[in-house]
């Protein structure tokens, strides 16, 4: 045996309970995808072997966290669960002020709503699909100011969330400071492939920000990965805990909406937070219009409870190691096969590169959504199109055409195994081997808003 064996990652708990899963063939997976219009969204979960939609409240939680559910204080006002879940946040993220919301976007609409004016612009590091459209129903315009490296799915720059400080110069000097509500910060960028922004390039942003008197707002729905990242990455931190991190992190923007189904480990539930009283006041009176009192903002306490434990569990580094090692086994088998993916391997999943994979299609022919379709018929695995058709239209109608059209294969947390990884692998790789015969699709069917979820589509001939 070699004298030096690498040593593995591996998951710090054990399985208690399984859930069985249905195993269909072909002819059956052919059915169901034609009667979902070939949009894996509309696909019924029975009918469906390993389910890669989502990392969104699709989490396994932990004997912890079902015990709190039981502690559940159904109060209509001041539940118990609520002072545990501001007490957590406050300790683990340094926020001032906190309002539970239903989901991510619940925080965003209540955000957008208490400080963004008709007419306003937000510049990100790169849009997500809610948090922009709940921007613009407010009145705003986004402005994409990620780094041009971001959209390259084979460009390997260790921090492709960040800020290129250029372009959000050029903004600010365009529109001014006064019309810029916050700068939109997202860690671990979604869209981008689950890429993280570096601690050194937030802390640019703040000076840049900080003397022009414009907000940070963090879309922190993934921070914990990101603080991985920049542990593994940038030199300072290596002896540093993700918590820690995390805590730095938050420490340099103003408030943060959170979708709490990744990160924090359960199946429902988000919250804003603000460092500002004023916010607050607007955000708290807001949120019992749209969510529910601002001790419950449409959670059961059984839900706050589950969360504020969730949050203490995914700030642990053992927790994140073996998860975001279980994410970059998948990439390196998908490697291994050929397989273009976005590198490097991000936080939350694998993104296949499907302009890459299927040359022979228009961007016109949805060749994202077509090959979501092609893997769930080869196994029963279900990802998500990240591409044109989730970019949807912009205000004039017209598409958005984003650089980057991609599949993914977003891995839940604490549910799959390794060998699961391994069969997902091989299922891409042998709809790889058949590449060249693959049709693309049409859109037969789209709704008005955030279409992805609901557009419906047939084979072309
Ligand atoms: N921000 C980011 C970065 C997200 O990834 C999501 C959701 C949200 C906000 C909205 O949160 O779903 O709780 O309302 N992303 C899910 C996904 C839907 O599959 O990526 P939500």
Known sequence: MAKNVKRSWAEPYKMKMVELLKMTNRPQRLKAIKEAGYNTFLLRSEDVYIDLLTDSGTSAMSDRQWAGMMMGDEAYAGSRNFYHLEKVIQNSYGYKYVIPTHQGRGAENILSKAIIKNGDIVPGNMYFTTTRLHQELAGAKFVDVIIDEAHDPTNE??????????????????????????????????????QPISMQNLKEVRAYTAKRGIRIIHDMTRVAENAFFIQQREKEFNKKSVREIVKEICSYTDG??????????????GFMATNEWSVFEEARNLVVIYEGLHTYGGLAGRDMEAMAIGIEESLSDDHI?????????????????????????????????????????????????????????????RTMERGVVSAGRKSDGKNYYPKLELVRFTIPRRVYTQAHMDVIAESIYSVYLKRNKIKGLKMVYEPKYLRFFQARFEQLK
């Open 321 to 381: 190691s073996a998860r975001i090692g279980q994410v970059e086994y998948l990439g390196h088998k998908m490697m291994d096969f050929g397989i273009p993916i976005v590198r490097p391997i991000g936080g939350h999943g694998i993104f296949v590169d499907a302009k890459a994979f299927l040359p022979h299609l228009k961007q016109d022919q949805f060749p994202a959504q077509t090959l979501a379709a092609e893997v769930y018929l080869d196994s029963g695995v």
């Open 157 to 194: 720059h260790p921090f492709k969330g960040n800020v290129d400080l250029g372009k959000l110069d050029q903004v600010v000097k365009q529109y001014g400071a006064k019309r810029i509500p916050y700068v939109c910060i997202a860690t671990s960028v979604n869209m981008a492939g689950g």
């Open 256 to 269: 943060a909406t959170m979708s709490a189904k990744k990160d924090a480990l359960v199946n429902i539930g």
